[in-house]
Nanobody, 125 residues
């Protein structure tokens, strides 16, 4: 089970950190990713992190503003969002994949085994 937290209403330009905590003892065996779905849009890949946390991959549209990290001791993956923009409001989902080996292939939604319920991020201008 994956449970996201940390969302809410923030102002444009602010920063926000999302967390996703997993239950179970095999967290470190999964590549972890964040996706988001904005109003009227399809869900899109945001970032992925390798099992040991040494490698990350962010989609071009968020690179430099979004940072994914993980703490395997806490079974938690994070998404740091800086300089929030009006295009960032969305429901953010974390996902876990046992199948995907490399972060570069993190965008393939069909390869994910577990998904969180998502958490809303709203940006006020």
């Amino acid at each position: 089970q994956l449970v996201e937290s940390g969302g809410g209403l923030v102002q444009a330009g602010d920063s926000l950190r999302l967390s996703c905590t997993a239950s179970g003892r095999t967290f470190s065996r999964f590549l972890m990713s964040w996706f988001r779905q904005g109003p009227g849009k399809e869900r899109e890949f945001v970032a992925a992190i390798s099992r040991d946390g040494d490698r990350t991959y962010e989609t071009a549209s968020v690179k430099g503003r979004f940072t994914i990290s993980r703490d395997n001791a806490k079974n938690t993956v994070y998404l740091q969002i800086d300089s929030l923009k009006p295009e960032d409001p969305a429901r953010y989902y974390c996902a876990a994949s046992f199948q995907i080996l490399f972060t570069d292939y993190g965008a393939d939604e069909s390869k994910y085994d577990y998904w969180g319920q998502g958490i809303q991020v709203t940006v006020s201008s």
